[in-house]
């Protein structure tokens, strides 16, 4: 649906999002705190949203009763994750504003359709090659591509549908190991370090961004995510800003949109993929800034003006996984919570997961403080308490 035409969307109205885990349950309470209902549409009878919104509409994303029910009930309807079926977004686009809108979205969902757009407008990426097939697999000219990543070129997330190829001969193994599904190939790089930058871009197309964090990875995991990013020179900062903001024009994106970048060792910079959606990295913005990444995923979507978010205090953000929920051999224990809220600074997070399994997003921990150094060493000291291996 065009737009532009939609007026601003003022409290009372209803907001509706498809997919009810912690993000949406974080747009929910952003929402509500903005004085609008909230609708959520999830398969999932107990997601992390399932507890805070009172419209929950338990089912499948591509129901066709559900999406009637979810347009009827919301003024507008923004996206949870991207891998929402793509007949689901069509079908939305065309009967409530919608936002980000369907092909923005579709292009978040492949990683191929990423990459030729990074090409398109300019952004550096990863060499890389699409391996479609059995044949493309066997006879792919990867030269300068080994070592590399094949990476499934949709629905992978967490590292997961990622396999590690070092010659041309171990490529169709691995492309029929991940399912034989459409991949991507790309090099290996050698990253010095990994930032993220969150912007969002309204209807009358004005952009405004939190400044970039880096990020940590674990086994391919967000691992922690730092604000400000401590190794990142202003000059690249500003490089990463513009061109997260040449994606989100290029898109004619609206909403929160994040992209994920990789400065190499050798000082480049290439965007490596993106989110249509608030990102895990910008979590902390919960409570290091004057607002946070749902609150303008939030204000975007009712078309309301956006002003610059101000980082105002330095942050140190940890995941937490579900592992923590086990002790070394194996039995369910809760973690020492109580040692971590004693920490200065800390903002514990949780979302409400019935079930704690390994790998899984159970919460996220913010440490806040007025130096970069003492939210670090708060965080250090969380990770001791909580058995987490020192960053
Ligand atoms: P996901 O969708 O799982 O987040 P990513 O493409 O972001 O997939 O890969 C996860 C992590 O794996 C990255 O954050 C980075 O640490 C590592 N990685 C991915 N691609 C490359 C690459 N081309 N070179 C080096 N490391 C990479
Ligand atoms: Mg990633």
Same mark, same amino acid.
């Given at each position: 649906?065009?737009?532009?035409?939609?007026?601003?969307?003022?409290?009372?109205?209803?907001?509706?999002?498809?997919?009810?885990?912690q @993000?949406?349950r974080m747009?929910?309470q952003?929402?509500?705190?903005?004085?609008?209902?909230?609708?959520?549409? /999830?398969?999932?009878?107990?997601?992390?949203?399932?507890?805070?919104?009172?419209?929950?509409?338990?089912?499948?994303?591509?129901?066709?009763?559900?999406?009637?029910?979810?347009?009827?009930?919301?003024?507008?309807?923004?996206?949870?994750?991207?891998?929402?079926?793509?007949?689901? *977004?069509?079908?939305?686009?065309?009967?409530?504003?919608?936002?980000?809108?369907?092909?923005?979205?579709?292009?978040?969902?492949?990683?191929?359709?990423?990459?030729?757009?990074?090409?398109?407008?300019?952004?550096?990426?990863?060499?890389?090659?699409?391996?479609?097939?059995?044949?493309?697999?066997?006879?792919?000219?990867?030269?300068? *591509?080994?070592?590399?990543? @094949?990476?499934?070129?949709?629905?992978?997330?967490?590292?997961?549908?990622?396999?590690?190829?070092?010659?041309?001969? /171990?490529?169709?193994?691995?492309?029929?190991?991940?399912?034989?599904?459409?991949?991507?190939?790309?090099?290996?790089?050698?990253?010095?370090?990994?930032?993220?930058?969150?912007?969002?871009?309204?209807?009358?197309?004005?952009?405004?961004?939190?400044?970039?964090?880096?990020?940590?990875?674990?086994?391919?995991?967000?691992?922690?995510?730092?604000?400000?990013?401590? /190794?990142?020179?202003?000059?690249?900062?500003?490089?990463?800003?513009?061109?997260?903001?040449?994606?989100?024009?290029?898109? =004619?994106?609206?909403?929160?949109?994040?992209?994920?970048?990789?400065?190499?060792?050798?000082?480049?910079?290439?965007?490596? /993929?993106?989110?249509?959606?608030?990102?895990?990295?910008?979590h902390?913005?919960l409570d290091?800034? =004057?607002?946070?990444?749902?609150?303008?995923?939030?204000?975007?979507?009712?078309?309301?003006?956006?002003?610059?978010?101000?980082?105002?205090?330095?942050?140190?953000m940890?995941?937490l996984?579900?592992?923590?929920?086990? =002790?070394?051999?194996?039995?369910?224990?809760?973690?020492?919570?109580?040692?971590?809220?004693?920490?200065?600074?800390?903002h514990l997070h949780l979302y409400?997961?019935?079930?704690?399994?390994?790998?899984?997003?159970m919460g996220h921990l913010t440490?806040?403080?007025?130096?970069?150094?003492?939210?670090?060493?708060?965080? *250090?000291?969380?990770?001791?308490?909580?058995?987490?291996?020192?960053?």
């Amino acid at each position: 649906m065009k737009s532009a035409s939609f007026p601003y969307i003022a409290p009372g109205a209803t907001l509706g999002v498809l997919g009810g885990g912690q @993000l949406g349950r974080m747009f929910s309470q952003a929402a509500q705190a903005a004085g609008y209902g909230v609708a959520v549409m /999830e398969p999932d009878a107990h997601a992390p949203a399932a507890q805070v919104t009172p419209i929950y509409i338990n089912a499948a994303y591509d129901d066709a009763d559900g999406l009637h029910q979810l347009a009827r009930s919301a003024a507008a309807v923004t996206v949870e994750f991207e891998n929402v079926p793509a007949t689901a *977004l069509r079908w939305l686009d065309a009967h409530v504003q919608l936002a980000p809108h369907a092909p923005a979205v579709a292009t978040c969902q492949d990683r191929a359709a990423e990459k030729a757009l990074f090409t398109r407008l300019g952004v550096p990426c990863a060499p890389h090659v699409r391996i479609d097939s059995e044949e493309a697999a066997r006879g792919a000219q990867i030269d300068g *591509l080994v070592p590399g990543i @094949l990476k499934t070129a949709r629905m992978g997330y967490d590292g997961k549908g990622q396999a590690g190829v070092t010659s041309a001969a /171990e490529l169709p193994a691995a492309w029929r190991a991940l399912g034989g599904v459409p991949c991507v190939l790309e090099r290996k790089l050698d990253l010095h370090l990994e930032i993220s930058v969150i912007l969002a871009r309204a209807r009358d197309g004005k952009m405004v961004y939190f400044p970039p964090q880096q990020n940590l990875h674990r086994s391919g995991i967000l691992f922690a995510s730092f604000a400000p990013a401590p /190794e990142l020179d202003p000059a690249t900062a500003e490089r990463a800003v513009q061109a997260a903001l040449a994606i989100a024009e290029g898109l =004619d994106y609206v909403g929160v949109l994040c992209v994920e970048f990789f400065l190499l060792e050798d000082g480049g910079l290439v965007a490596n /993929e993106m989110a249509p959606r608030p990102h895990n990295s910008g979590h902390h913005t919960l409570d290091s800034c =004057d607002f946070s990444q749902f609150d303008l995923q939030v204000r975007a979507l009712v078309g309301a003006p956006l002003a610059q978010p101000r980082l105002h205090s330095p942050a140190v953000m940890l995941n937490l996984m579900g592992d923590l929920w086990f =002790d070394a051999a194996g039995s369910r224990r809760e973690p020492d919570w109580p040692a971590v809220l004693g920490l200065s600074g800390a903002h514990l997070h949780l979302y409400g997961k019935r079930e704690a399994r390994a790998g899984r997003k159970m919460g996220h921990l913010t440490f806040t403080a007025a130096t970069p150094q003492a939210a670090r060493a708060s965080a *250090l000291q969380a990770c001791a308490a909580l058995g987490l291996a020192p960053f």
